[in-house]
């Protein structure tokens, strides 16, 4: 009998200074089957025994050489079949950036995208980063996998996916050669799960700038995503952005899919 799995996205900004506020109460209150979180900043040895395996689940971490900085985690109920911290490509591995699990009715990528906005030389690793990622995900499809991947993108590609996209136009996550990237990203065999749901739906963001109210305004941007190859889509019950809730300059996002 077909059992449906919450599967949650989150930014958590820094994993110690969310569990300051609300990380363990969201995770009792929406008790997900499987939780990834992006931009950890921190190092397994740094945290706790209940920030490692919150209500007993088990976690994967991978974690950037710099300390505080960047980093991924991926926490589950039920064991996996397989688990990397990263891809294989060194200088993108060594920033944290992937926990991949292998469970079994897909391969679940758990990714913290680069922001390309510090500087050119960031700019560049970015379009790399989206070139490599895509090849090797391609090689993996091809292998047969059903793939879900989530995480912070650090990509809006519609307008109504940033709440001023005329000025947004030449900020980094929105650039057009970004938004190029994600739409031919989809042409590949991706579907981004919230749009195949809510096709026309407006101001739904998951990232607000902590300067001038951006939250209480909801000026924000869409840029954290799940996207799914074909063979999962029919199996996908719901998703949501779940903007109430508070803790970090992202929010999460939860898909249930029936397996």
Known sequence: MAKVQKIVSWNVNGIRACSKKGFFEFIE??????LCIQETKAHPEQLSEEQLEPFG??????????????????????????????????????????????????LLYNVYFPNGAAREERHLYKQEFLAKFTKHLQKKMKEGYEIILLGDYNVAYKEFDVHDPKRLSKVSGFLPEEREW???????????????????????????????????????WRIDHICVTEGLLGKIKNIEILDQQMGSDHCPIAMEISL
């Open 29 to 34: 209150g929406y008790d997900p089957d499987v």
């Open 182 to 220: 994600f739409e031919s990203f989809l042409k590949k065999g991706f579907t981004d799960v919230f749009r195949k749901f809510y096709p026309e739906d407006t101001d739904k963001y998951t990232w607000w700038s902590y300067r001038e109210n951006a939250r209480t305004n909801n000026r924000g």
């Open 57 to 106: 689940r088990k976690s994967y971490f991978s974690s950037a050489q710099r300390r505080g900085y960047s980093g991924t985690a991926t926490f589950v109920k039920k064991d996996v079949l397989n688990a990397e911290h990263g891809i294989g490509i060194r200088k993108f591995d060594n920033e944290g950036r992937f926990v991949v699990t292998e469970h079994k009715d897909f």
